[in-house]
T-cell receptor, first 117, second 116 residues
């Protein structure tokens, strides 16, 4: 089974509007972390936001927020007031296995976001 | 502050040649990761180091791949002999102590490798 599922291969959003990128995950661990990365067309990977499994509040970082629904095992990224520079690939990733000190990040297949002017 | 530095940015070489990719992690980071990104398989972890010691190399595809970290500021990923299916973007990433779960991995710009 896929550990990280991003069901939207591509999405469009109008500039200045909000957009939600979906991410569901599969783990039996109680302790885990969820990360979102942005990959522009230039290729680099940029860390955006983090949510821990025990965090009671949804993470926020500027225009980025994470809609974390633990029971549904979803960690959707919300980008408010989209800008043209937000056009990029977005990857959801999970780190599990704190107990055995495994520090692997498992990535989803990504969602390509295109912001229309 | 300097981020993770990878070299070269692009490498084109012929099948059978040895390829060496280089990485300088962020100063003070004690974890270093090597990833490979392809269209078919996405982002895959190849190997990671803690304090210069390889911890998990289960993602290394085969014996043609090797990685070393001789000191805290330098790591190499070597492919010998290279094959066309090794063509991919190779990323190096580093992070602070991963025991603190919210420590993100910071990625370099990647090396785009093409094996002809």
């Amino acid at each position: 089974a896929q550990k990280i599922t991003q069901t939207q291969p591509g999405m469009f959003v109008q500039e200045k509007e909000a957009v939600t990128l979906d991410c569901t995950y599969d783990t039996s661990d109680q302790s885990y972390g969820l990360f979102w990365y942005k990959q522009p067309s230039s290729g680099e990977m940029i860390f955006l936001i983090y949510q821990g499994s025990y965090d009671e509040q949804n993470a926020t970082e500027g225009r980025y927020s994470l809609n974390f629904q633990k029971a549904r095992k979803s960690a959707n990224l919300v980008i408010s007031a989209s800008q043209l520079g937000d056009s990029a690939m977005y990857f959801c990733a999970m780190r599990e296995g704190w107990e055995d000190s495994s520090y692997k990040l498992i990535f989803g297949s990504g969602t390509r976001l295109l912001v229309r002017p | 502050d300097a981020g993770v530095i990878q070299s070269p940015r692009h490498e084109v070489t012929e099948m059978g040649q040895e390829v060496t990719l280089r990485c300088k992690p962020i100063s003070g980071h004690d974890y270093l990761f090597w990833y490979r990104q392809t269209m078919m398989r996405g982002l895959e972890l190849l190997i990671y180091f803690n304090n210069n010691v390889p911890i998990d190399d289960s993602g290394m595809p085969e014996d043609r791949f090797s990685a070393k970290m001789p000191n805290a500021s330098f790591s190499t990923l070597k492919i010998q002999p290279s094959e066309p299916r090794d063509s991919a973007v190779y990323f190096c990433a580093s992070s602070l102590n991963q025991a603190y779960s919210n420590q993100p991995q910071h990625f370099g710009d990647g090396t785009r490798l093409s094996i002809l």
